[in-house]
């Protein structure tokens, strides 16, 4: 690698990890000669590069100042960058999809395969040093370092959240649209005469699709006067029915001799009797590049956007 790519990316990964953060002032070129023991024009060019790449800009009288607004990057989307961990039958599924989708619109997919929160925060540093400024995250859970993705949202990098975790402001979110699932689910379950709704989550992920789709059980509940708890009984009553927070959790409950309702839609849950709505992959990730295109076509007008997609047809 040559210097300067070397001391761009260094330089790029201190405002990334912090040491730099928007609005603040970046190194002068003597005090970035004196840390890389480089020469001026080598400095010069790796500060034109991250000017170039809105990492920093640079005032008269005042010097380099690491970005401060928000951006994105604009133009044809060429590259997607996925950071989705493959381990997940339900994850491997919406990459495949995904990846379909890219093919379709004559992009590439890079999957960064990381299985922890940790291990997705330097995933996505990776990605972004090596070029890639459009985003689509599975996050995995809370220890994903959000200050990050903010500082990587106001250096340009469009970003899309998909499913388990919210990104809030800093980021679009494309997800199921779990109120009109479990109204669906809830519906269904009062024509078959259900009285007692247990809600499984074996896992108890603290992750906001679990957190709304369990919200959303307990309020359709109690419109429809059926009794509510979040714990399996050691026996259950006549006209029980349990829901499940996912197929992987439904398919552990099976046995209970219940009705068992879920959503995720797999072929495994079909065959166990599971009554499980169906996932919209081709529309989960259609709505992905839905938000990264315009995000790029908004530009530094862009506001954060919610895409909720609904459930598929029942599979009985």
Request: glycine letters at 6%.
């Amino acid at each position: 690698m040559l210097l300067t790519e070397e001391i761009y990316q260094a330089l790029f990964l201190a405002v990334l990890t912090g040491e730099f953060k928007p609005g603040e002032r970046f190194l002068t070129e003597q005090e970035a000669m004196t840390r890389f023991g480089a020469s001026r024009i080598t400095i010069r060019r790796a500060f034109a590069r991250l000017e170039e790449n809105r990492i920093i800009s640079r005032r008269t009288k005042v010097g380099g100042v690491v970005n401060s607004a928000f951006g994105a990057a604009e133009g044809a989307l060429r590259t997607v960058g996925a950071l989705v961990p493959i381990r997940d039958p339900f994850a491997r599924e919406f990459l495949h999809t995904l990846c379909e989708e890219s093919a379709r619109r004559d992009a590439i997919t890079t999957l960064e395969p990381a299985e922890s929160g940790e291990e997705q925060n330097r995933a996505v540093m990776r990605l972004v040093l090596h070029g890639v400024r459009d985003l689509v995250v599975w996050g995995i859970d809370r220890t994903l370092d959000f200050d990050l993705f903010l500082r990587l949202r106001i250096l340009g990098v469009n970003l899309v959240f998909f499913d388990r975790i919210h990104p809030g402001t800093i980021a679009d979110y494309v997800a199921l649209d779990n109120a009109e699932a479990l109204r669906r689910l809830t519906t269904l379950a009062r024509k078959r005469g259900i009285e007692r709704i247990y809600f499984a989550d074996p896992g108890k992920l603290d992750i906001d699709t679990s957190c709304e789709r369990r919200e959303f059980c307990y309020r359709y509940c109690v419109e429809n006067k059926i009794d509510f708890s979040a714990e399996l009984p050691a026996v259950f009553p006549p006209k029980s029915a349990i829901f499940a927070v996912n197929d992987p959790a439904a398919l552990s409950c099976v046995g209970y001799n219940v009705p068992i309702f879920s959503i995720d839609g797999t072929p495994e849950a079909a065959k166990a009797g599971i009554i499980s709505l169906r996932q919209p992959m081709a529309e989960l990730a259609k709505a992905c590049f839905r938000s990264l295109r315009e995000q790029r076509k908004l530009g530094n007008h862009w506001q954060a956007q919610e895409y909720r997609i609904p459930a598929e047809r029942l599979k009985k």
